[in-house]
């Protein structure tokens, strides 16, 4: 789902420098390592990441009170360590995506919302 959604992402014309791993995900090197195989790209690890989620919606509440500039409220923690692909495990994800994609397919429906989504209407064509 992941690789699915970098695709989109990149296909509208958006470019991706850097992937950071936020929230409970930052917890697992493990984790890291699947993801940066699916993405085949490598992944950054910040210092304090798991807390990522909570530290964004309080500098979005500094940004919006005028707190302080962009620069110094959203300046980028430093790096702890990158987690990247394995070779095997990209080899593995790529032979599973066209399964995974046709998985989706026939179980979009099953989920309520979920088949108007773009994505899901993008995998039905």
């Known amino acids: ?4 959604a970098q695709q989109v992402l990149l296909a509208a014309g958006s470019s991706i420098e850097t992937v950071s791993v936020i929230g409970g995900g930052a917890r697992s090197a493990l984790w890291g390592t699947l993801l940066a195989s699916a993405l085949e790209r490598p992944l950054l690890y910040r210092r304090g990441g ?3 989620a909570a ?3 309080a500098r979005l509440a500094l940004l919006g ?3 302080g500039s962009r620069e110094t409220i959203c300046a980028s ?3 702890d360590f990158v987690a990247l692909p394995d070779p095997a495990l990209v080899d593995h ?3 599973r995506r066209p399964q995974f994609r046709d998985l989706y397919r026939a179980l979009a429906g099953s989920f309520p919302g979920l088949g108007s989504t773009p994505l899901a209407e993008e995998l039905q064509t």
């Open 93 to 95: 994800a790529r032979a």
């Open 77 to 79: 923690p430093p790096e």
């Open 50 to 52: 798991e807390l990522g």
């Open 1 to 4: 789902a992941f690789a699915d």
């Open 65 to 67: 009170a005028g707190a």
């Open 55 to 57: 530290l964004g919606a």
